[in-house]
């Protein structure tokens, strides 16, 4: 585990947008899953500029989306739509690059990473509530692979939904699971405010359980934090 | 994680070599850590037979034990002199090849292990109530780094480490935490027999909590589980 | 570059099935590049044994063909009938995890390797004019990726292959060449008996030239050579 | 091999910084050897700026430089002169993770290398003469390790170093040789202005010989070559 404070958020992008390019300039076929959310919005900036004054061949460059909620009418789900706005709208991915999790192909999901070579690299935010992915405490199991989650109209995931979205979402959603986000060969949590302080001393200096989901990504063989100095301000270490 | 069913005995044995003897074989720096016990004998009669008939440079694979039970008066602990009888005593090993694990170098393992490059294999056992290297239930935080645990005559400890020899064990014991192993690069754990049968259902396809230590072993990105029938038996996927 | 002297062709069979089946064992895509000819038998005597005694999912576990020589009038080449012979359908592998390499496919063969993940393994033998797959003396380019060479009924490189084969071989034969090859992740080099150990010397301790093609594998960071102590005898280091 | 066009020497450096700094971000020791000369200069800046801003354990960076001109009464030499002055003096690196390439101790060095795991990333530019490290054509064989090279005063190679240092040159320099570079597990390869244009197109594009030393570079399963659009200028492809 390799934790780095930032000084602020713009350098916390910076570095985060320098670990995705490196990946994007090896030479061989690269699976990335990016992050929908507020938190990589100044790294997708960084990218979207940095990838307008290079050329070079992207055709081996592959994209896959680790959760979704699926909305009723539309095409596209919340994580979807939020990447194309964000990122993959503005910048040429071929179809067959661009990986969809849905409800319909989520189970088959896990096998297809697999005989896709793996992911390389994984970019995740933390929530306040210790949530990665999808992967919700009470709703969370270390041992879960790519899974649906279904819930109702009025229950607390749909109500908690509804503040992400003015769409109306659609059951069940879908995610990696714990085990499938270990499964990947680099992993990258970003974390950035002081309303993330809180939770980041949990994941990264409390106990490794289902009730803080990401304090498990802290086991992984390569995995980094980037803190911003407010998101860092109540570890210990 | 991969789950392989061997026939029997000899060929998890066979198999398990095969996965180091490979490793040796890598034209870079190996750094290995192998287990002592009863299961991995097979694999070493097998490694050491092969290790005679074949001639190259060993001088860049290094040994790292995972943990040891210091032994009243005696230069080596419970797990040197294992490896030594079993192994390490059998085939040519320079002195600076051999990394013991102490309950005086315990705390700074872990920086050198980083150091040296980190750990390409480790080779485990699981305990039949559910322990890999040291880390025992009841005793282990999924969160540990290698660490040392004190014991005295008399306790539960103690009494347990006394049916493993006719020495005295001195306190404390010491052993790679689970976050040493699980920054290993790739990890083979073995099991085999009847008696293994129930607990490697829990490891396999129970929780992952750390009452069964060794069931956070399935979340690394590199896990070969390979089990012979016997232990196998009770698997119901 | 590792260079293993094994004492006799049954110790270099059983430490090359060894590399493969550590590659077979990971717990990830492997995808792997075997070699036709004598020289490999031995090996896979040993790996059919092997697989015959183990029990797992091997729907990750792919095989591409490094040459071929296709042949008037039969659905296989000389590559795939060799392999299919002493391995392939000796073995259960589903027809989508075998990967040809034909005068048709030949030309986008390094895109789709790329897309695959990459090779993770290359297993291949030397030929006593130092050519490795079908990379010949005075036909090799140390630049070439996968290629083909035409041929007329008459020439020497026809005269060559009718040395290989009773059936019509048809133009052209198709190759990996050097830099396919290089780009692979591991590369395993098999050489035994007597009669390859003048141009083992050349590969292995002359100068780095097309004129013996095999000498170029040096150089890639990840390459072990096994000998037996025949195919050694002429070496000096 | 990946090619990657950056629209100008601002670009090419950024992408390099951003290469060196996910290495630099990774959780394991890295190893990385970085270039003198002017080519690398705003990589540095870039590099240097962003360290600055980022708070994080550099105990487990470690750098080997690659080619070393000893000059006479000087402690240091040419590489190292440049190397202190653009980046190591500048952000703060432990003596003990700074392995200096001298005279002295060429003969051990990749057995060195070796031992401290082998390095991660290799960072280079190109000669107009068509030379990595110090592989100069007429005087590279694509066979060698780390290797000395003498000269006399008056002779080519000392009147070519005379230009590039008011101070004396001493006998031997040493340098990486081919084969050390290509034991690299990623290579990094940068170019920027016209006066590359021509020796651009022959690395990239023409016959791999020892007459264009960083012709044999494209070999590598890991390389990146960043050209600014003037180095590109002539490439055809």
Known sequence: MKKIIA???????ELAAAIVLEKMMESKRVNLSLTAGNTPLGMYEILIDKLQRMDFDRSSIHYYNFDEVPL???RYGLT?????TAFYDRV???????????????QAYDQKILQDGGLDLIV???GTDGHFCANMPGYTSFDRETYAVSFEEGDEIYNNLLTLTDKEPASPYVTFGPRTVLAGKQLLVLAEGKTKAEIMKAVLEGPITEEVPASILRTHPNVTFILDEAAASQLSE
Chains 1, 2, 3, 4 share one sequence.
């Not at 979807?80 to 194309?84: F, T, V, Y």
Request: hydrophobic share 30%.
């Open 7 to 13: 000084k602020d958020y713009g350098t916390m992008s």
């Open 72 to 74: 009723v009418g539309e």
């Open 80 to 84: 979807m739509r939020a990447l194309k």
């Open 92 to 106: 040429h991915i071929d179809d067959g690059n661009l990986h969809e999790l849905t409800s319909q192909n989520n």
């Open 124 to 126: 995740m935010g933390i």
